[in-house]
Each structure stands twice: as C-alpha cells, then as structure tokens.
C-alpha cells in the first residue's frame, strides 16, 4: 500500500479564532476513503489556536504561545479522536522535533512507531512539540508544519505529501493580493529566488505562507518524492487526484 502524509495548517483549520469542526468533520470524512487505498499519517497545526479558545494569552509573547500550545494540544487531539472514532478510526498522538530527525537513533525510534501503528490501522497525528519546539513558533524551524511534515514524509517512507492551505495551488505570485496571478499545475524544480522570498501567511495562527511550503517541495524533490499543494475547502481535488488519477486542480511538485 502507498503511503502519504496529509498536512493541514492554520488556514484551513482556524476560522475567526476558532478551531473550524466542520473541516476536521470533512477531513475525517475524505482519509477514511483514503485508508482503503493508502496508509496516511496526518499532521495537524491548531494547537495554538485551540488553547487561545479557551485562554486569551497575548500571543505576541513566545511563552504565552507556548503555553496555548501546551492547553491546545490535547484538547485538538479530543476533538480528532472524537469525530475520527464515528469512522471507526483509532487516532494516536505523535509529538517531535526537528532533533529527533537529527538523531539517527530518535529517528529510528519515531519510525518504529509509525510502522507498528499503521500496521494497527491507527491514524497517527502529528505535530511539532511546540512546547519546547520553539523553531516553529519563533519563524525558524519548520514554518506551520510545512516542513516538519516534509521530514515526516521523507524519513517516515511517505511517497507523497499533501499540505492542505486556503488557496488553489502555488502561483506566480501571492493570488491574495494579485488577481492576474497564474497558478502551475506541475513544478519540476524550484529555483533559489523562490525559496528567499518573504513569508506572507495569511492568517493570525499561521507561520509559513507559501515559502515554507516550498522549502518542503524542495527538499522533497532533492529526495526524490512528491507534494501536492491543494485547498482543504475542496477535498473533492484531493479525491479526484488519490483516487482517481484525476488532476483538475491544485499544484503538483514533481521530478521530471
Ligand atoms: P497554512 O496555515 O495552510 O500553512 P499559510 O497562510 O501559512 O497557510 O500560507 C498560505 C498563504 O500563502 C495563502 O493564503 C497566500 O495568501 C500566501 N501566498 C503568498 N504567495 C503565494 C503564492 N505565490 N502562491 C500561493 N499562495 C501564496
């Protein structure tokens, strides 16, 4: 069975401050049809956003975002394993950092895991552990989980990952604000100015904006494996493509 990694951001799972269940409920939805083609690992964002539900820490402090991080988290992992176990979905709590794919041994530990988890039908969930993580929360490390769930791609044997965002795909340039914007439908290579420019995320939770999500494509590519950018409020993109070879829409990056 092919194996993919899905990631949703902050875009597509916080709306007007609050975790959007409606999304969680479709995304449940959609990977349980996944499953019966492919194992998926999720990686999920939110934590944050979850915790600021419930406490209104000033977010500008990195303490205060670590520590709605700290609140979030098991309270975003509830709500998954809630709507998760009306599919029957078992769903297991994964934490790291990038240090653990520093590490050949903590690597090695981590993917143990994941093998005997998904032998178990078990939907992992991961995320950064942004408690003592601060690489994402401070802008430095993964960037939203873009590039955490790459590395989680990668060293976790995934032959494809998907980041779900708000928009269409990537464009020639930011499609928020320029509506002349062309969206690629394939992209064999990314060039180095793409990789420097600024990060324009587009939402008060998110971190990475289109960079990070490129600097995952990137070091995908260099490993020879796949990313698809699409928008999480169209699962039926996803679904056209996984399941039915069918590319209408969304970017995919990919050796030629
Ligand atoms: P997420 O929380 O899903 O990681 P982000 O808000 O961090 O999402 O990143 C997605 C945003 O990146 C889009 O909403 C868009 O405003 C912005 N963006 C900037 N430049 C581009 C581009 N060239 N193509 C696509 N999106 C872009």
Redesign the pocket.
């Known amino acids: 069975m092919d194996r993919i990694v899905l990631k949703v951001?902050?875009?597509?799972l916080v709306e007007n401050q609050q975790i959007n269940t409606q999304r969680i409920e479709s995304l449940a939805k959609i990977i349980s049809t996944l499953r019966e083609k492919y194992e998926v690992i999720l990686v999920s964002?939110g934590a944050v956003a979850t915790g600021y539900t419930e406490l209104k820490l000033d977010k500008s402090f990195l303490e205060n975002k670590q520590a709605l991080a700290a609140i979030g988290q098991p309270l975003l992992m509830q709500k998954y394993s809630e709507i998760f176990k009306k599919y029957n979905i078992l769903t297991a709590q994964m934490l790291v950092s990038w240090h653990d794919f520093d590490s050949r041994k903590h690597t090695k530990n981590a993917q143990n895991t994941i093998e005997v988890l998904l032998k178990n039908n078990i939907l992992p969930i991961i995320n950064e552990n942004d408690v003592t993580a601060i690489g994402e929360l401070l802008k430095l490390g993964f960037g939203?989980n873009?590039q955490l769930s790459a590395y989680v791609a990668h060293y976790f044997n995934a032959s494809l990952l998907v980041i779900l965002?708000?928009?269409d795909g990537?464009?020639?340039?930011?499609?928020?604000l320029n509506k002349d914007?062309k969206k690629y439908k394939i992209v064999n290579k990314i060039e180095k100015h793409e990789l420097e420019s600024e990060a324009?995320?587009?939402?008060e939770f998110?971190?990475?904006?289109?960079v990070t999500?490129l600097k995952a494509a990137n070091f995908l590519l260099e490993n020879n494996r796949a990313m698809f950018l699409a928008n999480g409020d169209k699962l039926e993109v996803l679904s056209e493509f996984l399941l039915n070879n069918n590319h209408i829409d969304g970017t995919l990056f990919k050796r030629d």
């Not at 951001?9 to 597509?12: L, N, P, Q």
């Open positions: 951001g902050s875009a597509i964002s939203d873009d965002s708000d928009i990537y464009y020639n340039k930011n499609p928020k914007a324009t995320p587009n939402n998110a971190t990475g904006g289109i999500k």
